[in-house]
């Protein structure tokens, strides 16, 4: 109990809230960008209001696309609710606003996931209850927090990366570099097979270190040009969307949380106007110490044992999820169990083919679905190499055969994927009949082993 109670209070030592606030401030403009971006580009209507099938997650099949304009306005509403975050109006509120309507999207339809997206739906869910006001004194626990989450994507990205593809055999650097050797300067060199190699090893080392040399005052700075370098470059090389800019912006929480403050004060500095708060009794060099500044006072509350248990909880969770693909036989980057949400940034290229054999047992006719003429081709494609959407499919054909007066029929797939520069091979095994398959948290004896 004493031990507990003094962690508390440790965690609610006051600490300055102005990097909270930047935070909470860039991430809202982020959001409120990629928004537009979103509409700009005819995403809603291409990802959303086109297509007659999405394929659900999980637990998650009641979330469906909004009818009408409905999308469309839930965007306006995600992109306002994004305006008053990044602005500090009602912060908490336009938080959770914003985690409900931008997660609500992300449910729709599995084809759509990526990393980011749910780094974003779980930095908002910690924005709902972390203080973000510039002008008020934080907990300590919530500047952790966030430096946690964000370590934390670094770090399972970083030892996702220790695997034999990834360090011995450079894929998928090998292959994406290769088709870039026409890129400005750096092209000849990313055309030879070495380069990979260095890379891969480099991309591992750094999302290993990073979080931890952002820590240090000493290895700070050349760590966050090189996180600045590092984020610009895959920016540049690869169609990974806002994520540099993300994660670009969410490292500035590992500096010390006064840092806008100071940022500020040397401005007006230089360019000769007052600073608020200037007094020549303290050191203007000096960082404000409890006492000694408004920003930060002697004592706060200490955390209450709820608060404690609901962030034990919540970075059990972000633990946990990364490492359950161990409790799956197999290779988890071919059979993607457990893949989703662990991090896994830019760990594999696969490609894939599928098509469906559906049989009906009273008349023994076979009928051959190719998918992609339904499916948009961003679906099409995500489908092919992801064991769960492709019996979501299958049970999607089955339920449209028998809305035809064709029920109980037998969904069969003959897939095919080339995974990492090795020759394509059966994912799943053609025998299974997919109609009688449920989804679930178990393993999924049907997914054919990885070629080796």
């Not at 893949?339 to 023994?364: F, N």
């Not at 995500?382 to 492709?390: G, L, S, V």
Request: charged share 15%; proline share 10%.
């Amino acid at each position: 109990m004493h031990a507990s109670s003094g962690l508390r209070r440790a965690l609610a030592r006051p600490v300055d809230g102005a990097a909270l606030a930047a935070f909470r401030a860039l991430f809202g403009a982020l959001l409120l960008i990629g928004s537009v971006r979103f509409a700009a580009r005819g995403w809603i209507a291409s990802m959303y209001v086109d297509p007659g099938y999405h394929f659900p997650y999980w637990g998650f099949a009641w979330v469906r696309p909004w009818p009408g304009p409905g999308m469309y306005l839930h965007f306006v509403a995600l992109a306002l609710a994004a305006l008053a975050l990044a602005l500090g109006l009602r912060p908490r509120l336009a938080a959770l606003a914003c985690f409900l309507l931008f997660t609500h999207v992300e449910l729709i339809d599995k084809a759509a996931y990526l990393n980011h997206y749910y780094f974003v739906s779980v930095v908002l869910l910690l924005l709902i209850f972390v203080p973000t006001r510039g002008d008020r004194p934080a907990p300590a626990w919530a500047l952790y927090a966030l430096r946690l989450q964000v370590g934390l994507v670094y770090c399972f990205a970083g030892l996702a990366k220790l695997r034999g593809d990834w360090l011995l055999r450079a894929q998928p650097l090998k292959t994406w570099l290769a088709a870039h050797a026409d890129f400005p300067l750096l092209g000849p060199l990313f055309a030879r097979p070495e380069t990979a190699t260095i890379m891969s090893w480099a991309g591992a080392a750094f999302d290993l270190t990073v979080p931890f040399l952002l820590l240090h005052p000493r290895t700070r700075p050349p760590a966050f040009a090189a996180l600045l370098g590092f984020h610009a470059l895959t920016g540049m090389l690869f169609p990974i969307g806002m994520f540099p800019w993300l994660m670009s912006a969410s490292a500035l929480i590992f500096f010390p949380p006064d840092w806008p403050r100071r940022l500020r004060a040397r401005l007006l500095r230089a360019l000769g106007r007052p600073v608020p708060g200037d007094s020549p009794h303290v050191p203007k060099d000096r960082p404000p110490v409890p006492g000694d500044s408004p920003h930060v006072p002697k004592d706060m509350p200490p955390l209450s044992r709820a608060g404690l248990a609901a962030l034990t909880l919540h970075f059990a969770v972000q633990i946990a999820l990364p490492l359950r693909h161990h409790l799956y036989p197999g290779d988890h980057a071919w059979s993607e169990e457990g893949y989703r949400y662990a991090w896994h940034v830019m760990l594999v290229e696969k490609t894939g083919t599928v098509s469906y054999r559906v049989r009906d047992p009273a008349s023994g006719r076979v009928f051959v679905v190719h998918p992609e003429d339904a499916l948009t081709a961003q679906q099409a494609a995500q489908m092919a190499i992801a064991p769960d959407m492709i019996l979501d499919y299958a049970h999607h054909l089955a339920a449209q055969f028998a809305a035809r007066g064709l029920p109980g029929v037998e969904v069969r797939a003959d897939a095919f994927v080339a995974f990492n520069g090795r020759a394509s091979a059966r994912l799943i095994d053609p025998a299974i009949d997919l109609a009688r398959e449920r989804d679930g948290l178990r393993s999924r004896p049907w997914i054919l082993p990885a070629p080796p």
